[in-house]
């Protein structure tokens, strides 16, 4: 039995429902225009989804390369030195600083000034450890860690962040960051697309394909062994073959 989107009007807005009927416009039967419509409602759900995987990846694998890049100037307190916190940025240092005292049990941690010079925290990494707070800063933090403004507290160890990106010099080296941070961005939006439940289907407003090849570009300099993992778990290839085509009439859904 094939379903039609009209169905879903006690699900759905009317201004959803006509965001995938306008799709197919220029479809004349209203019936099957309906039921197309619903395919693409449905198709829109798994590529979401199969991005989602993807995207789950890629955040988790660019954060602990920019840590491996940024570290050795940090150490043994890693994202939680003192120098590294003065250095960022107010948005970013409140976001790391609401992480920390997230964690923090018996203390709160506040950045100050004292006679025009900023206090050390001194936070306490026997009870917050560094990996807790990396584990919960949100997407927005290591997109910014891209920056102009940020890439400095780690770009001198730019090989260990990417060290399959072949660079012959720092001007080389920064179109590549930037390339990284645009690509970021775009998948960051795309993200909170799909959290939102936002439609991703049209291919004049979201390149799907694109920024998954993006994705895979970033990947590839991080480590040929995340590219092989990604290659075994993706289902945006398949998915992609399956979206539901303007006058094509109806498919069948997985």
Not at 6 to 19: C, M, W
Not at 23 to 34: M, R
Not at 119 to 146: C, H
Request: glycine letters at 2%; one cysteine or more; aromatic letters at 10%.
């Amino acid at each position: 039995m094939a379903f039609k989107i009209s169905e879903l009007h006690t699900l759905l807005s009317q201004a959803r429902i006509e965001t995938y009927l306008s799709y197919f416009k220029d479809e004349d039967d209203l019936s099957l225009k309906d039921m197309q419509a619903y395919e693409l409602y449905i198709w829109n759900i798994q590529i979401s989804a199969a991005l989602l995987e993807v995207i789950s990846l890629y955040e988790v694998a660019l954060r602990n390369a920019i840590i491996n890049a940024l570290e050795p100037s940090y150490m043994p307190y890693s994202i939680l030195h003192d120098r590294f916190i003065r250095a960022l940025k107010p948005e970013a240092r409140e976001e790391l600083l609401r992480i920390v005292n997230k964690l923090s049990s018996h203390k709160t941690y506040k950045f100050h000034f004292t006679n025009g010079r900023s206090q050390p925290l001194k936070i306490d990494t026997n009870e917050i450890s560094p990996g807790k707070v990396v584990a919960e800063l949100n997407f927005i933090f290591w997109e910014n860690m891209l920056s102009q403004t940020h890439r400095e507290r780690w770009i001198s160890h730019f090989n260990k962040a990417f060290p399959n990106a072949c660079i012959s010099s720092p001007d080389e080296r920064d179109l590549i960051v930037n390339e990284i941070h645009n690509i970021t961005t775009r998948v960051r939006y795309l993200r909170n697309r799909i959290c939102h439940h936002e439609p991703i289907f049209d291919e004049n407003k979201i390149d799907l394909i694109s920024v998954f090849n993006e994705i895979k570009q970033v990947l590839c300099y991080i480590s040929p062994e995340i590219t092989e993992i990604l290659g075994q778990l993706e289902r945006i290839s398949q998915t992609i073959l399956r979206k539901p085509q303007k006058g094509k009439g109806l498919r069948e859904i997985p």
